[in-house]
Every structure is written in structure tokens, then in C-alpha cells.
């Protein structure tokens, strides 16, 4: 009965997660061919670049963005981002 649970629970988790994407981070020649659809900010203080890259990741996932790009940033004790949104 167990077995049975445990299958049919990771048959579900796997279903829900292959459903789930990720904003690409592209480059000006990537989105030259792309149509904007907005930008995002991020910000924090004494985080990391990888931080930044999934502030972004989210903020483009919530605004349904396939792909961002990073037009601004700025790095110090404190760093703020800003990305271009891509459909």
C-alpha cells in the first residue's frame, strides 16, 4: 500500500514540475528578434550574482516572460538590477 502511495505521489510531483518553466537570461542579439513586454527591477543588500539571477528568474516567470535580459546592474554592498521582459 505504501509502494502504491509513493508511485502515484512522484507521478504527480513529476507532472506538476515538467509543467513549471524558467525565464531564460538572453543576450542583445538574442533579443533582437523578440517582442518587449516590460521591464522588472530587483534589489538586496549582501547577496550574490546567483541571488540576482533568480530574483529576476521569478519576478520574469510572474509577469510571464519566457526570457529577460539584463540592461542594468550595479554591485557594491548593496546591488539593483533591472531587466528588459521577453515573450
Not at 62 to 73: D, F, V
Amino acid at each position: 500500500m505504501k509502494i502504491k502511495t509513493t508511485v502515484s505521489a512522484l507521478t504527480i510531483l513529476s507532472v506538476l514540475s515538467f509543467g513549471a518553466f524558467a525565464a531564460d537570461s538572453i543576450n542583445a542579439d538574442q533579443a533582437a528578434n523578440r517582442q518587449a513586454i516590460g521591464t522588472v527591477s530587483v534589489g538586496a543588500v549582501g547577496s550574490s550574482p546567483m541571488d540576482m539571477h533568480q530574483m529576476l528568474d521569478q519576478k520574469a516567470q510572474e509577469q510571464g516572460a519566457s526570457s529577460y535580459r539584463i540592461i542594468e546592474a550595479r554591485t557594491g554592498k548593496s546591488w539593483h538590477a533591472t531587466a528588459e521582459l521577453y515573450k
